[in-house]
């Protein structure tokens, strides 16, 4: 093509038609700037689509992410609730000095002060950051709702922990007050495993300055954990509604 359009330049030149040389270069010119500005045109158009085809996979992937905290958080709202109720028994329990019901009483501490591990996967969302196609996304609710997701997420993380902390300091109070070695008879049972053991709560342990932090970690237990479950229902209502606006987006 190339050789066809010079061959012209060459007969133009020769037979002297300057005029004529000089309008077939401009349009020569004409035609290569359209070319070019089809060409980035459509460059352009591919890196828009590869753009969107992109973004659209981190959406997906953060979709995956929040079904599966969304299982986690489901999970806490039952275990949570269980929990306030195991301790309100508890407690009451304790206070009438009803020892019928040992593993009840053991089995309220230890959830108190087990730690509950909670495994929120935020990995789609910071590769969408990182990757920074988050200045592609055409949606500004969706924007939204990703931000207010995982800022639920930092609420429940946030106020798990200072539960946990509270938790294990209390927790250290009792190993050195000595309450925890009468309460499970560790020197009768000096080879048993802390997740099966069972406590004796007797009368005289109730005299012991052990026996009011105990009361203390039961009655959080039974009024914060329950508070906790409001945490998570947020978490989940802002998790199924970031889903539908994914799936709605990602349909386009």
Known sequence: MLNFFRKIRYNLMEKGKTSKYLKYAIGEIVLVVI???IALQVNNQNQIKNEKKALKNYLEKI?????????VAD???????????????????????????????????????IEQPLNFNRSGFESLKNAGYLQYLDNTEIEALIYNYYNSVDKVIFEETSLQVWANDLDLELHKSGFFSNWLELEKRPNQKMREALGNYTDVLTEHKGNDIVLSILYRGFLFTAELTGFYEEQVTLGNELLKAIENYNLK
Do not use: H, P
């Open 75 to 113: 999970f806490m709202i039952e275990t949570r609730t269980q929990q306030s109720q195991l301790c309100a028994e508890a407690t009451e329990l304790i206070s009438k000095k009803d020892w019928s019901d040992q593993r009840k009483i053991t089995k309220a501490v230890f959830a108190m002060i």
């Open 35 to 37: 070319g070019i500005l």
């Open 63 to 71: 979709a995956t992410n929040v079904k599966s905290d969304i299982k």
